[in-house]
């Protein structure tokens, strides 16, 4: 088989959480990566058995150990739902609705929430499937999107009309139609930049300071309630429009999670915006995004 490429990403994170050789120093967390991001294959399944199926999917040597590039992707800023999907029925255990809600979006719980779930997402499918099904999609093609609260400061306006043009390169697909909407409560993707729980309280978004997690697409579940179909970003994350400068580029990052608050998973097409790492500078979908949409939507009326 041949290894691809790895396309260039963020910088690896500051504290390296693996090493290349032995995994017996980092055993507990590499195990707990591995199963976070589907790769327990049955209970037995043994650490090496699980490194090489990881290995196989992201295209590097499968060698049952911590090579350079194996590394690289693990100590890579990556999204924060898991490389492979699980089971829907699991997902809803694994984050049940609470009435938490990020303080911005507390105040109105009039919100518009409409999602079908449980439909059958798997039509025109050929053989290996590049991107994980989500069990979930919106019922309808012409979705409002709210952009809710203040960005980064040092941003100003631009961080904003970043994330407009990421609702924009979806939009051109001509599958899916796009609307800004004033009024969160009329929107079926609200759009924020927040702290998470060590600020706010009453957030349920897993931010714990920078460094860590950068931003979460809810999927269009209908058990997350008024959170589904959300975008949340990480304010205390380095931010940036200039892909040349340090930090996470607002649109290559919204253009990854809109992805999903539309309900289209990771992909292991390293090209693809909806691979499970952050690129430094994606700001376009590839060929094989497009038709992922479409399949997803082709039978719901525009």
């Not at 694994?94 to 929430?113: G, N």
């Not at 952050?278 to 992922?292: F, G, S, T, V």
Request: charge should be neutral; charged fraction near 25%; proline fraction near 6%.
């Amino acid at each position: 088989m041949a290894h691809a490429r790895l396309p260039e990403s963020p910088p690896v994170k500051t504290k390296r959480l693996v090493r290349p050789g032995n995994f017996l120093s980092c055993y507990d967390y590499l195990n707990s990566f591995l199963n976070f991001h589907g790769y327990k294959l049955s209970d037995k399944s043994s650490l090496e058995e699980k490194l090489k199926e990881f290995q196989r999917r992201n295209k590097v040597p499968t060698t049952g150990r911590l090579n350079s590039q194996t590394c690289r992707l693990i100590n890579s800023y990556r999204c924060v739902h898991p490389e492979k999907a699980i089971p829907f029925e699991e997902e809803q255990n694994r984050f049940q609705a609470t009435d938490y809600l990020p303080l911005k979006l507390a105040q109105d719980r009039a919100y518009l929430v409409d999602t079908e779930y449980n439909i059958d997402t798997t039509l025109l499918l050929k053989g290996d499937h590049p991107y994980e099904l989500i069990n979930g999609r919106w019922s309808r093609r012409t979705l409002g999107f709210a952009l809710v609260g203040s960005s980064p400061s040092y941003l100003g306006s631009h961080a904003w009309e970043a994330v407009r043009q990421s609702f924009k390169t979806w939009g051109k697909t001509g599958i899916i139609r796009f609307e800004e909407r004033k009024d969160p409560a009329r929107a079926e993707i609200r759009v924020l930049w927040t702290p998470g729980p060590n600020v706010d309280p009453n957030s349920t978004d897993p931010f714990y300071g920078p460094g860590e997690k950068i931003a979460v697409g809810y999927y269009p579940y209908q058990h997350l309630k008024e959170l589904a179909g959300d975008l949340h970003l990480d304010i205390s994350e380095d931010w940036v429009i200039h892909p040349s400068h340090k930090g996470f580029d607002v649109e290559t990052v919204a253009l990854h999670e809109i992805g999903h608050c539309l309900g289209i998973g990771h992909s292991t097409i390293q090209d693809s915006i909806m691979w499970s790492i952050y690129k430094a500078n994606q700001r376009d979908l590839i060929q094989e995004d497009k038709q992922e949409l479409e399949r997803i939507y082709q039978a719901i009326p525009l």
